[in-house]
DNA sequence: TTGTAGGCGTTATCAT
DNA sequence: ATGATAACGCCTACAA
């Protein structure tokens, strides 16, 4: 029964029938298949053509058994981050038959909720970037198949054992180790984190930068701004905290690229020398980084290995039969330093 | 029959079975839906539950008839252009219930065409941001419906009209015309458009630039730059070309923001100052354009009005009848110009 | 080269 | 409140 107003469209039947044909036929016809004679297969394309007919997703994926279709949820993907992040998930995807399904999660309490599992419906397996709380992951996702990116610890641990979860996770030390290293080796002396604050927040960036600051003899400085809808501004205001307080850093390590932007105008327009006045640092590696004056040096994230990881991990948790046990496995990827003018 | 090595997913048969019950109380369980005891469901949920059951969207799909599955093939989504424009559609898609699917096709001539025929084949509809020639959108999407984002006109006219084939547009001279007003109305008199060239090109930003120009007695410069990877460089490159000649612009449009950032970045190496020496003003109106310094003038494009055009549209021809005409339609957007500080 | 039969997993309809 | 039956549109397998 089509729906109001809709016309049914035209199906295989139809199609045979019009060209004389059995429905086998026209299905060898459409799928290039062999045996069938050039002129019957032109018969059926033309009478196809006429009809408008295509194939129907369902009825070919139902007997396939196809189930390539991944979702991918992130909080904004006008971003440069997660779109960078996606465009590597795209090539991936394709090179292997998948369907990239882009779903936005905006933050944000209860938005969209059932909007959120009309389209999960919709996937036969999803990667996530997004700080949901485990228990409305475990009612959205249901049981299926779920890769976590950067997840929070405590999230991790909060998640149901007996649903198929995993998680590539980013190992910030590393990356913060080599910055480190460099600025202090470039002789910088007070070197500030900016640290956004989150709700579902940890503080073990704090931590981890706290300590390796101190084994290299310096005062660890952080910066903590409320987060803002707008990165940009994030790094503004971070430097207006730290340059309107007593000692002004040297040094800032920005939470990521863009709010090292925001650093850099906010420098600039207190006529601060960049990076002779103050280093920054940016994390990330986006590709707008050389678009700013001066080019900003970053922790650069590979997002090709990071997509890799998580597709693998995706594929992998697919073909595990059901019955088998689902260990969930972590993975982790570190950052590359890449010095440019900035710091 | 399972594929190699996979174990069948449990079906609903497996869970009635367990559960002691019929399929369609299973489906009454899974669904919310009324007429199934508290007791029953609990019971159910729990088979499902412990058989990792997750209901095929291949068989519900098909009884329903769903068919809200959208394709949007851009080339380049880590291109902050594609992924604001991107943004829109996902937002648009996701209140109308329907899976955005996204396909990059990078450019050159036939890169991956079976692969783009795989993955449109998982779609119902198409919005394609795309040089394609026209015989091959013809191959590759069939009698899939298709709208074309800012296609050439080339392109439009040499489209198979029995298809069902609409576009959308940008109607580059009012927004032109809003910024040539401006800038002759603050003194500049030498004003250069950069162009580029691509191998689809029709020129008509350059005819149109011409006359808008000269309308306003100035004389037109136009500077063409090959077609790069990189806009970045195209716009650094245009700077080395119009600067390098003997009468420098004092006002320079840029082919869209990415490469007006690259004419800023090479304006400020050759400490020319911007807007004092040479106005700067791009076109697309990113996010990121408060982001450089001086902050970017630029003819802002509605991306959410674009995107809902498109949507609405493919909408519409989802909606019209397979026997009934599909005229081809064609809507256009134009830009509002932002005045920032670069021009 | 072509046609026939069967089933993929689900939901809708109708009966109990 | 629950169950039986019939599509949905297609492809694979096999028969002619």
Known sequence: MPKRGETKRAGIIEVAELAGVSRQTVTRAMNDMPGISAQTKRRVL???EQLRYRPSRFGRELVQQSARSLGLIVSDLA???FSELASEFAKIAAANQWALVIIEKHPGPDTGWEQLRTLVGQVDAAIAYTDLAPHDIDRIFGSLPLVLLDAAERTLNALSPSRP??????????GLAAVLDHLVGSGRSRIALVDIRYPTDESVRRETFARLVRDRGREPVVIEVEAGDDDLLVGRRAVQIAFDAPHPPDAII???DMSAFGVLKELRVRDLAVPEACAVVGIDGLKIGVFVEPELTTLRLDFAAFAQLAFDEVVNMCATAPGAPQPPIRRHVSHELVVRQSG
Chains 1, 2 share one sequence.
Request: charged residues 15%; aromatic residues 10%; hydrophobic residues 45%.
């Open 46 to 48: 033309e009478a196809a």
């Open 254 to 256: 920005a939470f990521n």
């Open 165 to 174: 979860r995993s998680a590539v996770n980013i190992d910030l030390a590393p």
């Open 79 to 81: 971003n440069p981050y």
